[in-house]
């Protein structure tokens, strides 16, 4: 059906919840669902402003579109996506602990059950990163977090996974605020996102594994340069952050849940402490006489963002938003503005990648206990940035 234009301003109100229904039986097919998402003209597109400011700031962009078809549908609570060397796309789904393998056509079949998954409120089975012949999975157990890689083997279309090694366990978990995403950086190190699991004050113990941001080597070793001697610790202070990319010059951004004030994009810097629980959003005067907090780039309030996933691609930090239902894009030359697309059109955005070929793959999470599921619930869609 076509898609109606994907962004609106800020000061209007929310859309109505959609309607749940039951799923239909799995079915997997790949279908253009609409011809385009167009942003609107000048000074209508629904742009937000940077950290200390709310409300819509004057849109920047040109009117852009960007082409948006479904990959597959059907899915179980998926969390993550990463792709292998070959460009086969994998699937984490939190509560069965699957991973899955998409087909060409979008047809998904078993790869395998993570073992030792214990779904639990916002626990499970959470990021996915696949590297160099390896699958790397962060999942939440018996009383912990723990990541682990399996080697891939078969083929693609018959993929499977080999035995497990633990790189990392003893991760604080919680029913809430696991962190879980993982992706490897541009120097090789395996980054992943561990939430404060609801006890806030071990986000500033740096001896915690707790709100943080961890640096690994690919084996689980802890690197030699990293800014804490023998810790994986790379940077503290964190809520719950849960998007990892970097951009052309290796900057790394961060997404994180704020409390009930601001929702924030980070930029990441060895051994920084960002504030949290001490301040939410932008430290300002409140750390005038305390810590030296690193401030966001960016904020907004958690009704219109609940930021996940996010990714780098064609100049621009893209996020998928859970409660705000929609994909923000934030430019890199002027990251105290935003666009926003599909808003309230697919319901919560839990990830979003760069597929090989450069489009953005989105994943959608109503099926989570927390969404309201339409029919084809949960999705995977595909979108050409700028087509």
């Keep these: 059906m076509p898609l109606s234009a994907a962004h609106r301003n800020l000061t209007e109100p929310c859309p109505p919840p959609r309607q749940a229904q039951p799923p239909p039986p799995r079915r ?7 011809l385009a998402v167009v942003l609107l003209l000048p000074g209508l597109a629904g742009c937000t402003s940077g950290p200390g400011q709310q ?55 078993d790869v395998g059950t ?10 499970g089975l959470l990021g996915i990163a696949a590297h160099e012949g390896y699958l790397y999975t962060y999942f939440t157990g018996r009383g912990e977090n723990r990541i682990e890689r399996r080697e891939l083997t078969g083929t693609p279309g018959a993929l499977g996974l080999g035995p497990a090694q633990t790189l990392l366990a003893g991760i604080p978990a919680g029913a809430i605020h696991n962190g879980g995403r993982i992706a490897f950086g541009p120097d090789g190190m395996l980054y992943a996102t561990a939430g404060d699991a609801g006890n806030s004050e071990k986000a500033q113990d740096r001896a915690a594994l707790a709100g943080k941001i961890l640096r690994l080597e690919p ?10 001697p023998a810790s994986p610790v790379y940077s503290y202070g964190h809520r719950n952050p849960q998007g990892l990319a970097w951009d052309a010059d290796g900057t790394l951004y961060a997404s994180e849940f704020g409390q009930n004030t601001w929702d924030e994009l980070n930029v990441i810097d060895p051994g920084g402490n960002y504030g949290w629980p001490a301040v939410e959003g932008a430290a300002g005067a409140e750390a005038a006489d305390g810590p030296d907090f690193v401030d966001p780039v960016q904020q907004w309030e958690p009704a219109a963002a609940s930021p996940s996933g996010i990714a780098v691609a064609g100049g621009s930090i893209w ?7 929609r994909l923000r894009e934030v430019p890199l030359d002027d990251t105290g503005t935003a666009t926003e697309y599909l808003v309230g059109e697919y319901g919560r955005l839990r990830d979003v990648v760069t597929a090989p070929d450069g489009a953005l793959w989105v994943l959608t999470n109503n099926t989570d206990g927390r969404g309201s599921p339409a029919p084809g619930d949960d999705r995977i869609l595909r979108v050409d940035v700028g087509a």
Aim: glycine share 14%.
């Design 28 to 34: 997997a097919y790949r279908r253009a669902v609409g």
């Design 55 to 109: 409300g819509p700031a004057p849109a920047t962009s040109s009117a852009t579109a960007a082409a948006v078809e479904t990959i597959t549908e059907d899915l179980d609570a998926p969390w993550s996506i990463t792709f292998t060397a070959d460009g086969i796309p994998l699937v984490s789904e939190r509560g069965t602990a699957r991973i899955l393998e998409l087909d060409a056509d979008g047809g998904a079949r």
């Design 114 to 123: 993570i073992d030792g998954v214990g779904p639990r409120g916002e626990g």
């Design 219 to 228: 084996d689980g070793a802890v690197p030699d340069d990293n800014p804490f």
């Design 319 to 325: 996020i998928a938003n859970l409660r705000g239902e």
